[in-house]
């Protein structure tokens, strides 16, 4: 007596997950009976989607730069020998701008240089050097931008204004940031 309603409550939970499962795919393929899905398939479709998200690195290759003593050339010329910075190393999956800004100089015996004395440059051509006394672009530009890249690099370049009536004997430092942003 106890196997027989062991194998009616079986066999009624078969019956009911066949009954189940037969519901669920009549109503997702609009189908009603065996026929119909022996000679057409069922079919059931969804949406994917991945959000990709705006993304970029920007990674510099030296975290100092030391320009050589100034000379009495350098001081006759009013500028130093530009140096080589750091190369900056740009991943971005949007069009960008770069801009670097400078903190400005460190106090020298109760001077501060001017923050403008320091320039820089994406190529090493005296023509290029801008003074970095406010932000300045040195990828894109106000009416386009550098374009997505996987990577791109951006060698820099800097030099420092001299004056022989304001420049007292020190070292001067200032901080550059490089900041990428979408326009």
């Not at 409550?9 to 669920?24: D, I, W």
């Not at 050339?73 to 020998?81: F, K, R, T």
């Not at 440059?121 to 023509?127: E, G, Q, R, Y």
């Not at 550098?146 to 004056?163: E, G, H, I, K």
């Amino acid at each position: 007596m106890r196997h027989t309603r062991i194998l009616l409550v079986s066999a009624a939970m078969l019956l009911a997950a066949g009954s189940l499962e037969a519901q669920t795919l009549t109503a997702s393929c609009n189908q009603t009976a065996k026929a119909d899905f022996n000679s057409t398939a069922c079919a059931v479709t969804n949406t994917f989607s991945a959000l990709v998200p705006y993304l970029a690195t920007v990674n510099h290759s030296t975290s100092s730069v030391t320009l050589p003593a100034a000379t009495v050339a350098n001081m006759d010329a009013g500028v130093s020998a530009s140096v080589t910075g750091p190369t900056l190393t740009v991943q971005s999956n949007f069009g960008y701008v770069i801009t670097a800004t400078s903190s400005g100089f460190n106090t020298v015996s109760g001077y501060t240089k001017a923050t403008g004395d320091l320039e820089i440059a994406t190529a090493n051509n005296s023509a290029d050097f801008v003074a970095l006394s406010s932000g300045v672009v040195i990828a894109g530009a106000s009416s386009t931008t550098a374009t997505p890249t996987s990577t791109r690099t951006l060698p820099l370049w800097f030099r420092v204004r001299y004056d022989w009536t304001k420049d007292l004997p020190g070292t001067y430092d200032a901080t550059v940031t490089y900041t990428l942003t979408a326009p």
